[in-house]
């Protein structure tokens, strides 16, 4: 069993910076992926940014340019660094590790971007 505890999130103006924290326990062998996804209300949930173990990234198109993900192999943590937050930013994220069959999932914190 894999676990995933989130911190971070909230309220940020327009422009602003924040990072979330996923922190992993358990039986993390195996894990080939981590990543971010976000939701908001009424849409459907979308792959913001994804590292694999060797530590190769992949960012949505949105997001190009203005988020960092970052993985901390030794201590089982991934960052995600926001950078230049816009309003279409404001969503649930939620942390996520892939393997071949199982898939976790954080709990999830809320990034308001906002005036």
């Known amino acids: 069993q894999v676990r995933l505890v989130q911190s971070g999130g909230g309220l940020v103006q327009p422009g602003g910076s924040l990072r979330l924290s996923c922190a992993a326990s358990?039986?993390?062998?195996?894990?080939?992926?981590m990543g971010w996804y976000r939701q908001a209300p009424g849409k459907q949930r979308e792959l913001v940014a994804a590292?694999?173990?060797?530590?190769?990234?992949n960012y949505a198109d949105s997001v190009k340019g203005r988020f960092t993900i970052s993985r901390d192999n030794a201590k089982n943590m991934v960052y995600l660094q926001m950078n230049s937050l816009k309003p279409e930013d404001t969503a649930v994220y939620y942390c996520n590790a892939d393997r071949v069959v199982t898939t976790y999932w954080g709990q999830g914190t809320q990034v308001t971007v906002s005036s």
């Open positions: 358990g039986s993390i062998f195996g894990i080939y992926a």
């Open positions: 590292i694999t173990s060797g530590g190769s990234t």
